[in-house]
């Protein structure tokens, strides 16, 4: 059961770097600057469900994969969230299409980046509370 805690909490804190990194990006016209129309509004109503996820998709640690290289790990689980956020949620929730392209071209590489955020912090704190 400590090990579950301990996953989901870092999952948690990694994906509360994730949004807190968007809000940046998105606050300081980063993502503007190259066409990206991400910027969302710091907000409970934007974090509670984006941490909760987080931490749901932190459990993925808990696969018996690249144990000794759990950055590597952080990197190749940030893909999931990705998957779901350009295939999933773009298309069919947030109606942006495909990958999120009609945010802008360069979406899927912000995506990939700000879940690459979660992947290494969430790996991270893995490796501290352990």
Known sequence: MKKLLI??????LGALANS??????GELGFTALFGVSITPA???GWLYPRIVWGGIWGL????????SK???KG???S?????????????????KGI?????????????LFFNWVWGVITAVTIKIGR
């Open 42 to 44: 710091l907000s409970p």
């Open 60 to 67: 993925f640690f808990l696969l018996p994969i690249l144990r």
């Open 99 to 111: 990958a999120g392209l009609e945010l802008g071209l360069y979406a899927p590489l912000f995506v």
């Open 79 to 95: 893909l999931l969230p990705t998957a779901v956020q350009l295939f999933v949620v773009f298309p069919l929730k947030a109606h």
């Open 20 to 25: 807190i990194t968007v809000w940046l990006f």
């Open 70 to 72: 759990l950055l590597l």
């Open 7 to 12: 996953f989901f909490a870092a999952g948690c």
């Open 75 to 77: 990197t190749v689980l």
